[in-house]
């Protein structure tokens, strides 16, 4: 077994896609930097922090991109979005089977303030083209800095997303949640709180992820195999299910994600946070 949480983001990609069929584009050795962060003496990346390309997964061909954690956390930039934006915007000239995105990424990055805010903007519209054109956009979470902020509003966007056990999804992270509201709101200290609020097997229960696997790159390359047909239609009707369930969520009287687990249905609500995948998905909760 290969954690994927500790892979860099181009060891994900070479173990995801089929053995040496990525072909990056606008690699490190075209020095493409953030004008931003070097007006600032910020250290710079040469690839700003994502790689793009095509490659084949299954035999199949798939656009691929993967963000880097290790760099600025995997905050979006204005090149870094731009990348993401072009790679999407070829998937709808070219039509490859799928669209795969490895996501990683603390959100916008507050060095380029609004040029980042302008690019996830630009990510969204773009995801959600290439989406209405039948062609469907898997996103795969299991990084250690997680999915928030933009990107995770990105990643909602998406037909299909596959989580860890370890990943996390959420609009706020847990620091920015306690620094505007208190820490009597949300203690981003207590780690067992932030994996039961905004981790994979939460997301998993609660629909806002598709598939839950281990901390396994070899499971998430077989979730993304899976999930290559997975176009989901944006419709009028699957809006309104979505807003109905958001609406029930709103009526929810409880404060911690336990107690809504119990709320849904969850056998054994109380066990979750100790069970592995095999013992949740058994539980047939969904």
């Not at 020095?31 to 007006?39: G, I, K």
């Not at 731009?82 to 507050?110: N, Y």
């Not at 250690?144 to 933009?150: D, E, H, L, V």
Request: glycine share 12%; with cysteine; hydrophobic share 50%.
């Amino acid at each position: 077994m290969i954690s994927y949480a500790e892979c860099s983001a181009r060891e994900r990609l070479a173990l995801i896609v089929d053995a040496g069929s990525f072909h990056e584009w606008l690699p490190p050795a075209m020095r493409l930097t953030s004008p931003h962060l070097a007006q600032l003496g910020v250290p710079s990346s040469f690839d700003d922090g994502v790689a793009i390309g095509r490659a084949t997964l299954a035999g199949s061909e798939v656009f691929v991109a993967a963000q880097e954690g290790q760099f600025m956390g995997g905050g979006v930039g204005e090149v870094h979005g731009a990348k993401l934006v072009g790679l999407l915007r070829r998937a709808l000239r070219d039509r490859p089977r799928a669209v795969l995105l490895l996501a990683e990424s603390g959100g916008v990055r507050l060095h380029e303030a609004n040029a980042g805010l302008i690019a996830v903007s630009e990510v969204m519209r773009a995801l959600l083209d290439v989406r209405a054109a039948g062609i469907p956009v898997i996103v795969l979470i299991g990084g250690a800095n997680g999915c928030f902020g933009g990107m995770g509003i990105v990643a909602r966007c998406a037909d299909h997303i596959v989580m860890s056990d370890i990943g996390r999804l959420a609009m706020s992270g847990p620091e920015v949640i306690e620094a505007s509201h208190g820490v009597e709101e949300f203690d981003s200290r207590d780690r067992a709180l932030v994996w039961r609020t905004t981790g994979g097997k939460h997301r998993w229960l609660s629909g806002d992820c598709d598939q839950l696997v281990e901390d396994d790159v070899a499971e998430f390359r077989a979730a993304a195999i899976t999930a290559l047909d997975a176009a989901r239609p944006v419709t009028l009707a699957a809006l309104e299910t979505e807003h109905a369930l958001l609406g029930a969520r709103l009526g929810f009287d409880g404060n911690e994600a336990q107690s809504l687990w119990t709320a849904m249905g969850v056998a054994q609500a109380a066990r979750v946070p100790d069970l592995d995948v095999a013992a949740l998905r058994a539980l047939g909760a969904r």
